[in-house]
């Protein structure tokens, strides 16, 4: 069975950087192409970025791009996710996810999902 499980979140002011950890067990990383998606109070899930199993490709949401990077170590067995410039926006409770499908931006295509861990921007 596999198991994700998030770590990283907090309470961080407006222009501050965080990195969230997802670590994978069960399987290695390499199995699954990796996602990260939010939820903020009231609304749905949104993509973030993905990163293919390979390592070699990531896709990145418009609102996020320039700003967060996702990256995966094998050896760890871990996906990261960088946030740098972070904005009251991006208040919410981030998810990683694994995929069977190639740069997958839509929940429907994830079969396996962490609890979550929650990131909170101040002004």
């Known amino acids: 069975q596999v198991q994700l499980v998030e770590s990283g979140g907090g309470l961080v002011q407006a222009g501050g950087s965080l990195r969230l950890s997802c670590a994978v067990s069960?399987?290695?990383?390499?199995?699954?192409?990796m996602g990260w998606f939010r939820q903020a109070p009231g609304k749905e899930r949104e993509f973030v970025t993905c990163?293919?199993?390979?390592?070699?490709?990531?896709y990145y949401a418009d609102y996020v791009k320039g700003r967060f990077t996702i990256s995966r170590d094998t050896a760890k067995n871990t996906v990261y996710l960088q946030m740098n410039s972070l904005s009251t926006e991006d208040t919410a409770v981030y998810y990683c996810?694994?995929?069977?499908?190639?740069?997958?931006?839509?929940?429907?295509?994830?079969?396996?999902w962490g609890q979550g861990t929650q990131v909170t921007v101040s002004s």
């Open positions: 996810a694994a995929s069977n499908y190639l740069m997958a931006t839509s929940a429907t295509q994830y079969v396996y």
């Open positions: 069960g399987r290695t990383v390499s199995n699954y192409n």
């Open positions: 990163i293919s199993w390979g390592g070699d490709n990531t």
